[in-house]
């Protein structure tokens, strides 16, 4: 097949992403693992951030201030003034598309606080804002004429004497592996979180496989040891909460009815606080009684459902039992400004890029506002180098390659079971490379990684079939989610120090003269993993070089 543009990941950022290529007038394909309606981006129910018009007591300076405060000083000044900037923008297009925010009395667009910042600054659609956003870009996607191919994942990048010619991917209907020419390519696969399974707010399809295909294809991936959790889910489940359960005013207690945090502080912070409760032997919970049911109904209905359905509670007259779970990531592919990557012609935005606006830690609501503002400028990027790029021949010796991998899982015989292997790595990673970190957890966890590495040659099909196999899926998830898991652990060890997310008891402080820069891991001859740390300048030097003798 061959298309002007290729988009993989069907979230926000790759809606927007196909939308814009699509706009431009070229041939775009967006390709979906499953439902578009499953990714993150439509589970997200808090809000998007944005300083408008009407806002009152907020500026674009403070969301700038508050976004790099956030960070710990890791974000990329220049990436988070463009997109602060842009923001307005983004949610009047929206608007325009038909997104219902809620709103205030005097009609304007509804804001309310959120974690890092005590300015109202999060718009959003009750606590159902993600899938919104997504259903009215999924429906604008196809009225525009972009093809939605679903039931395909991606396996690999394909090149042609070093030059970008397309991607393969497994058909999920027969099994077969095929590739897809294109001029330019978009990947928007999301993020690693899932690979914390049973401690994830993520879904079962959350793997990193894209971060896993890049560091296979010799891509820098940035920043992977930060590992954002999510202080107020279901225990158990893993079910998210939302943050604007505690923007609307919920509180956060403990089997006392005692609180003892700051509900609005950064994710990172609050989530210590809450295991460190619960190591000293406390229960903890969100209070939601105060509220009153008619707040609790408009605002923050799929908190009263969740809470229903997931554990028996009625958060109107009980306290609803919470713990953190792995939730966002802020590594990810390293990108430019533009959301170029090492390879031209690829461009990377949403979770699985690293764009630079988050650093060490995310403020909430801005993840939906990166995911908009890098999709739109990464369709556009992606359509420009289309216009300019020609095709390059597809090498079958890859596509066969990757057809006598997914025989060897189909055909071989299975020693292992897939479903407990997952769960142990999820297991095991919370406990060794959770919310606290020491060299030892670490460590061990690593061994771990390789060990089930060794282990997961011996996972094949039970089910030989070719339609639909969904052991194919999850044993291609899991291997790529250990590959994910080893870059991030490596990552973790490197960096000696404890900053946003990423917290090292043995190394309790911010070490700003060795480390605030940003943690890069590339893939050298066979699996060695190569860790060095760089300023954002240092990167992106050559690349301005060459650039600059290009264009003249």
């Known amino acids: 097949m061959l298309y002007d543009v290729v988009v993989v990941g069907s979230g926000i950022s790759g809606l927007y992403a196909a939308l814009y ?8 394909a967006l390709i979906c693992k499953s439902n578009p309606l499953r990714t993150n981006s439509a589970v997200a129910s808090g809000g998007i951030n944005a300083v408008l018009k009407t806002t009152r007591h907020d500026s674009i300076r403070d969301h700038v201030a508050d976004t790099i405060k956030g960070s710990d000083k890791l974000a ?7 997109m ?4 307005e923008e983004i949610i009047y297009e929206l608007q325009e598309m038909g997104v219902q925010f809620d709103r205030d009395n005097e009609g304007n667009i509804a804001q309310r606080p959120f974690g890092g910042t005590k300015a109202k600054r999060t718009c959003y659609i009750a606590d159902k804002t993600g899938a919104s956003i997504t259903q009215t870009l999924l429906v604008q996607c196809r009225r525009e004429g972009v093809s939605i191919l679903q039931n395909h994942v991606m396996l690999g990048i394909a090149t042609y004497k070093e030059k970008f010619s397309g991607i393969t991917l497994l058909r999920r209907r027969d099994s077969q592996v095929i590739a897809f020419a294109c001029k ?3 990947l928007a696969g ?7 399974r049973g401690h994830s707010t993520n879904s079962q399809e959350s793997s ?7 560091l296979r294809a010799k891509m820098r991936l940035a920043n992977m040891e930060f590992v954002q959790f999510h202080p107020t889910t279901l225990i158990g489940s893993g079910t998210l909460i939302s943050e604007a359960a505690r923007g609307e005013g919920a509180y956060i207690v403990d089997e006392r009815e005692e609180r003892f945090t700051d509900e609005l502080q950064t994710r990172d912070k609050l989530s210590r606080d809450i295991v460190k409760h619960q190591l000293e032997g406390h229960r903890v919970y969100l ?6 049911e008619e707040l609790i109904d408009k605002k923050l209905p799929s908190a009263r459902k969740h809470a229903l359905n997931g554990a028996g509670i009625d958060i109107l007259t ?3 039992p919470i713990t953190p779970s792995a939730h966002y990531t802020m590594g990810g592919i390293w990108s430019r400004n533009d959301t170029s990557t090492d390879i031209p012609n690829l461009f990377v935005c949403g979770e699985c890029a690293y764009s630079g606006v988050h650093g060490a830690n995310r403020l909430g609501g801005n993840s939906l506002l990166e995911a908009a503002y890098f999709g739109r400028l990464a369709g556009l990027e992606a359509a420009k180098a289309a216009k300019k790029g020609e095709y390059h021949p597809i090498d079958y010796a890859l596509v066969d390659k990757e057809s006598r991998y997914v025989e060897s899982i189909l055909e071989g015989e299975n020693r292992f079971n897939i479903n407990t292997m997952r769960r142990n790595l999820g297991n095991n990673l919370y406990t060794n490379a959770g919310v606290f970190r020491t060299h030892d957890s670490l460590a061990s966890a690593l061994e771990y990684v390789h060990y089930l590495m060794k282990m997961s040659s011996g996972l094949c099909c039970i089910n030989k079939e070719r339609s639909d196999n969904v052991e194919l899926l999850s044993i291609i998830e899991f291997r790529n989610s250990l590959t994910v898991a080893e870059a991030m652990i490596m990552s973790a060890l490197a960096r000696e120090e404890s900053r946003g997310s990423h917290y090292r008891n043995d190394f309790p402080q911010c070490d700003d003269k060795q480390y605030e820069a940003n943690t890069i891991i590339r893939r050298l001859a066979g699996t060695f993993l190569r860790i060095t740390f760089e300023g954002h300048l240092s990167s992106d030097w050559w690349h301005r070089i060459r650039e600059f003798f290009h264009a003249k």
């Open 184 to 186: 330019s390519l978009v």
């Open 84 to 87: 602060v900037t842009g923001a």
């Open 287 to 292: 209070d939601f009684r105060h509220l009153g």
């Open 318 to 320: 009980e306290l609803l």
């Open 21 to 28: 290529a699509r706009r431009a007038g070229l041939n775009v």
């Open 208 to 214: 990193g496989d894209i971060l896993a295909i890049a």
């Open 190 to 196: 999301g993020g690693y979180a899932g690979i914390y």
């Open 76 to 82: 990329r000044l220049s990436a988070v003034s463009a």
